[in-house]
């Protein structure tokens, strides 16, 4: 195992929804896992159906989102996991608050930067229809706003690059900054 030889850290997976986060963490997980790293990811929908079931998608209970989340992943870095996390995370206060709860220096931001168009004509959960339909207010790139990182450790568009790419590109991003993991 490279555990003990690696510090742990965890990747901040930002984007649209139907950007191709959660199919970027999975492939990403399977490539560390192969090197022998303790990996995992948390997933912001299956956060939302287990410790986060309690909140909505008002600023404030995204807000809280993202700060429980960040404290589970860095629970898990100080137990030696490597933690991708793969959340919508619209805000750039809030992942600066991740940032810092995780700690700087573990914290990694990567935004899935597919476009809006794209993500809605994917549309893998119907979330844009119903959105676009009044059904779910503040649903963000659609009635609620998405703000962009301004200096992500990388920026991925799977637009312009297939999802299983853009998790090799991660993964050897992650790799050339060997101090990163």
């Excluded at 896992?33 to 990996?39: H, L, N, Q, W, Y």
Aim: proline share 4%.
């Amino acid at each position: 195992m490279k555990q003990a030889q690696s510090r742990a850290a965890t990747v901040w997976l930002t984007g649209l929804s139907g950007a191709g986060k959660t199919s970027i963490a999975g492939a990403l997980a399977q490539r560390l896992k192969a090197d022998g790293r303790a990996v995992t990811v948390l997933d912001g929908d299956l956060l939302r159906h287990g410790l986060n079931r309690d909140l909505g998608f008002t600023p404030q209970d995204r807000h809280e989102n993202i700060r429980r989340t960040a404290e589970v992943a860095r629970l898990m870095n100080e137990a030696g996991l490597v933690v991708i996390a793969a959340l919508i995370s619209p805000n750039r206060a809030d992942r600066a608050m991740a940032a810092a709860i995780i700690g700087a220096a573990h914290f990694i931001e990567v935004h899935v930067s597919t476009p809006v168009q794209v993500c809605e004509a994917r549309d893998p959960k119907g979330l844009y229809a119903r959105a676009r339909a009044g059904q779910i207010p503040q649903f963000t790139g659609v009635s609620a706003p998405y703000e962009a990182p301004l200096s992500p450790a990388l920026t991925l568009d799977t637009e312009q690059q297939a999802l299983e790419d853009s998790a090799g590109q991660l993964y050897r991003h992650l790799l050339a900054h060997a101090t990163l993991l």
